[in-house]
């Protein structure tokens, strides 16, 4: 099992940056493959980015292909969302998960089972 908190949201001017930290606890981090989810006022949340368990499998929605980027550190039980070049409608509160020991990465939302509590992140025009 583990525990996640994401923190580092905020509020930012179009065309700014933020980066999005993920902390984990547990023994079993380096066994699960991560991801940052993004849910805007009265809409559903959806996948952004995955990371496989060795961080060499990387996948993004196309609305954030090539200004965002996930990467992770598990020695330091941590994941972490860059985002760049942001705009008004990247606006969200921002989570990230976990899926269950060993399963593979994939934008699959359903297949992730531990969530961290959110970070708003607040993009103005």
């Known amino acids: 099992q583990v525990q996640l908190a994401d923190s580092g949201g905020g509020l930012v001017q179009a065309g700014g940056s933020l980066r999005l930290s993920c902390a984990a606890t547990g023994q079993t981090f380096s066994s699960h493959a991560m991801g940052w989810f993004r849910q805007a006022p009265g809409k559903e949340r959806e996948i952004v980015a995955a990371i496989s368990q060795s961080g060499y499998d990387i996948r993004y929605v196309d609305s954030v292909k090539g200004r965002f980027t996930i990467s992770r550190d598990n020695a330091k039980k941590m994941t972490y969302l860059q985002l760049a070049n942001l705009k008004p409608e990247d606006t969200a509160v921002y989570y990230c998960?976990?899926?269950?020991?060993?399963?593979?990465?994939?934008?699959?939302?359903?297949?992730?089972?531990?969530w961290g509590q959110g970070t708003q992140v607040t993009v103005s025009s």
């Open positions: 998960a976990a899926k269950a020991q060993y399963v593979r990465t994939s934008l699959a939302p359903s297949e992730y089972i531990y």
